[in-house]
């Protein structure tokens, strides 16, 4: 789960893309409220793809009226939206809560559950299970929402579609280019396969006898993440079996991913567990040349380690011509709460669509989140082009998968696994073992359904 992570990034680049979104001047921040929207260029047009918004078409017949959204820590970024909305509609006010994450997902259910519920709020799919029931389908066709955007048929449900993805995120190679000229290595050297970056990393590596001064390449807590829940892809190999709930982590693939772990640590010596609690720490603290991190990673660079003279490559793979290059997770959209009443939801609705339509907003929130656009009409657009964490996905973004909003056991008991495995001298297939074990047990409540098989390759 990434999205805590990168919260706090995200004001920088909402305030740069502020301008180009559609909506009045002036917002409040954070907790505030937009009415009647200031002074704006108002589209006079319906704009749009196949999903499209009519600015003429009237809200709640003119009426005046209220509503809530909540969200848990991007308010500049959701302000401009509401600020376009109620320029439009200047007989709509927006009031934006913010919750910080660890309140949120206590806070949210227990208010949907009742009748003063906000009517819109931010969706995370690691929570799909503790909302869906509290959740309107989105009145949009299925037809036109799958018209649009990349993904939206793993997130019908009987039919009909309560949130989708507004963007992807995946995993890139992060490297320090500072130590990459000083090893002596080009952009020719970016490797494509896993062999060619154990020999880069070994490049990178630098050592005093015994004592790791510069690690090549450190996966330090979150190889889970990075390695163990992705690299299976490349090897012909879902993470569930074909009936989408029992577990696939004791597979040959999974074991030969953490055995490349293991040997590129105890082997190839271009890192230690013992270096750096965290590898993206020691990356931006300029004591490590690689890591590979998800898209967020590039937004905290840029506001934490200012420092750092990076770049970005894709994931190398095993031969070149992998099943999938890994997996990938989504930022959502809006949740419309179905016990708000009627008039909210219509308002909510309508505002779900103009969000959809609206390419400047997409375009805003991706580049804030740094998230690959699902939106197939953005998906080489110039803006999009320009950020590296996303650009080096556009080649093959339809190869990379989303196995569902997994439950966080998966990724706890794997990484228990590699914890096992690399402080306590658990052998490969013991770990491997109890994880698969942890991960049935912990599921046998779960409604959870892996998705792998819509996966457009899927075999």
Known sequence: MMMKKRLMAVMSAAAVMAAALTGCGSSSQGGGQSGNGGA????????????????????NDGKDISIELWEWGSDEL??????????????????????????????LPLALDGSNGPALFNVHN?????LINYMAPLEIPLEDLEADFTGVEAHVIDGKVYYIDYGMMTGSVYYNKDMWEAAGLTEADIPKTWDEMREVAKKLTIKEGDKLI???LNFNDDFHQNYLLGLNYQLGENLFLEDGRTPNVTCDAMKQVMQMLVDMYKVDGVGSENFGEKGSDSFGQGQSAMVIQWGHY??????????????????PTFDGN????????????????KNAAADQQAVAQDFVKYFLANDEAQIA????????????????????MQNPSLSVLAEHIDHYIWPGPMPSTVETSLKTAGQDIFFNGVDID??????QENIIRDMKSSTFQSVEHLYKYAK
């Open 214 to 216: 510069q690690a090549g």
């Open 40 to 59: 704006a260029d108002v589209p006079a047009e319906p704009f749009g793809d196949t999903v499209k918004y009519d600015p003429a078409a009237a809200i």
């Open 298 to 315: 590039y937004n905290t660079l840029n506001t934490t380690w200012t420092d750092i003279n990076f770049g970005v490559f894709e994931i």
């Open 126 to 130: 690691s929570y799909h299970e503790n």
């Open 430 to 435: 013991t770990a491997l073992n109890a994880a």
């Open 365 to 384: 929130f991706n580049l804030a989140m740094s998230t690959f656009p699902a939106k197939k009409s953005l998906a080489d657009s110039e803006e999009i």
């Open 322 to 337: 992998p099943y999938a290059y890994n997996r990938y997770n989504g930022e959502s959209t809006f949740g419309i709460n």
């Open 78 to 107: 959701f302000q401009q939206v509401i600020d376009g909305y109620c320029a439009i509609h200047p007989n709509v006010s927006i009031k934006l809560v913010n919750n910080p994450w660890e309140d949120y997902w206590t806070k």
